[in-house]
């Protein structure tokens, strides 16, 4: 089944994006990784999240001159989209200078709202790599562990 952003849906309900799709997806992250205000790290972080409904959703990391405080591209985007009403997600662009894969916190929040969901990494030169979340959390912290108490 293709939706209207391009997407072919899998047998096991996974996406697999149209090219067009993942473009436009590098893209926006770039353009978010542009705003991003690292005074201290100096390393921009842009992400692009794609919600089920085909929304895009943008974020980028904002540090703070207490370090601990700071907040990832990744995570930025996530509570862009829950604020705006979105709980389920495709997929993720992130862009960085050098192409990096999300940090752990990043990883263990968006198994939160997409477990298996598309992650695409992208650097600056235009270079790609692409996982399943699950590749890159095996093993995830979810609702599943938690108690019947949290119904």
């Known amino acids: 089944m293709t939706d209207l952003m391009g997407a072919n849906w899998t047998a ?3 996406i697999a994006l149209s090219e067009a799709t ?8 770039q353009t978010a990784r542009a705003q991003a205000y690292v005074p201290y790290s100096r390393f921009a972080v842009g992400a692009a999240l794609l919600a089920h409904d085909g929304a895009i959703y943008v974020g980028c990391n904002v540090e703070n001159a207490s370090y601990g405080l700071a907040i990832c591209a990744e995570r930025n985007a ?5 604020a705006s009403g979105a709980r389920q997600f495709e997929a993720v662009a992130v ?3 050098n192409g990096v ?9 968006l198994a939160e709202f997409g477990p ?36």
């Open 12 to 14: 096991d309900h996974t």
């Open 22 to 29: 993942v473009a436009r997806l590098v893209q926006m992250a």
């Open 78 to 82: 996530i509570a862009h989209a829950v």
């Open 95 to 97: 862009v960085t200078e």
């Open 101 to 109: 894969t999300p940090c752990g916190a990043c990883r263990q929040v």
């Open 116 to 151: 298996n969901m598309l992650v695409i990494v992208a650097d600056t030169a235009g270079n790609q790599r692409r996982y399943r979340l699950s590749e890159l959390l095996p093993d995830a912290f979810g609702p599943d562990q938690l108690t019947d108490s949290i119904a």
